[in-house]
């Protein structure tokens, strides 16, 4: 046998498998998505998720923890195609040094992002980076699992942000881990306007 042809079996026998998967793969429900890791494109992979619902004609909610002060081209795009945002109105806690606001602003965006996570007419919702929220305490983890455990049926959730707290993980169906082998800012390159925002 050439290795044209073993490599055309081992194809096949690749995508019968994948087939028989995908046959057997029986449970349709929203699903929640946790991306994870130092590397980037956890955000980006997340809003083109939003991007994607919406290109099908879907209804998507994006809440944005931390960066609210940033300009993100996603949201000039998005909020223009119908999705609802809510947006953390505060800057990054190590500008503010400000334990107590930053809490208080946290909280204030999550209510938001609580009813979000109630509206039955929403496909998708992301929380883009939640998991700090989470790990400096500022919203509760056991109530964050229990407003999405009880999410209409139908709804998927995506969550961003670096340091998943293991019950996300768990919680999640999916969870994808970013890993960083190079970033341009460890050689002196300033961050893009269109790449990095
Ligand atoms: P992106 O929004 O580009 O998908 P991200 O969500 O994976 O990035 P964050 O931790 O939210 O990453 O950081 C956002 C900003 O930090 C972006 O400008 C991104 O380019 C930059 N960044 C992400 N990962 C790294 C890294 N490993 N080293 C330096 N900067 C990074
Ligand atoms: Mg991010």
């Not at 690749?14 to 955000?43: C, M, P, Y």
């Not at 998005?78 to 990054?92: D, K, N, S």
Request: glycine share 10%; charged share 25%.
């Amino acid at each position: 046998m050439s290795d044209t042809d073993r490599y055309q079996q081992r194809q096949q026998k690749l995508k019968s498998q994948i087939d028989e998967r995908i046959a057997s793969a029986q449970h349709e429900r929203g699903l929640v998505l946790v991306i994870t890791g130092n590397g980037k494109g956890k955000s980006t992979s997340g809003f083109g998720t939003v991007a994607r619902a919406v290109g099908h004609g879907q209804q998507a909610g994006v809440v944005q923890f931390i960066k609210g002060t940033w300009a993100c081209g996603e949201r000039n795009l998005l909020a223009q195609h119908g999705v609802q945002f809510a947006v953390m109105a505060t800057g990054f806690t190590w500008d503010t040094q400000n334990k107590e606001h930053d809490r208080r602003a946290a909280q204030a965006v999550w209510q938001q992002g609580k009813a979000m996570l109630a509206n039955p007419n929403l496909d998708v919702v992301l929380l883009d980076e939640l998991t700090y929220m989470v790990s400096y305490d500022y919203i509760d983890l056991d109530e964050v699992i229990e407003v999405i455990e009880h999410r209409p049926i139908d709804m998927s959730v995506i969550i961003t942000g670096r340091g998943a707290h293991r019950r996300l993980m768990a919680l999640a169906d999916t969870v994808s881990e970013v890993q960083s082998r190079k970033h341009a800012f460890d050689h002196g390159l300033k961050a893009r306007q269109g790449i990095d925002w």
